[in-house]
């Protein structure tokens, strides 16, 4: 069991001392050490939906994201609050999208597999 992938998600950990000019601390919320294989097919679920469904709208899709990516693949460690107010923009959807691949085929984002390069 040791060895089950996992992924992070990098958040601000001090977002209102940034915006104050303070530098930004970070945390770093790791993926339960087991993730059911249920969340990986709801997982593509949920990408079919926000690659198809021509009715749903951006931010639709984001909610829709964000939501599933703290629910089910980080199990209610983050909220979706903790993603919008604490993940940093240039780049969030993609790494949200990133977590989303994770859950359905196990690819590690680069930034995991750079970390747990370092800490072996």
Known sequence: MANLKRNML?????????????EPEIEKVWTPAFIPLRVARDAIEVWNEIETNKEMTESEKFDRIAGFVADEVFAGKITTDDIFNRLHAPGGLDTLKQQLIFAAQGQQSDET??????KN
């Not at 597999?113 to 370092?118: E, I, L, P, S, V």
């Open 113 to 118: 597999k750079n970390y747990m390069a370092k």
């Open 10 to 22: 990098e958040l601000v950990k001090n977002p209102e001392g940034v915006a104050k000019g303070d």
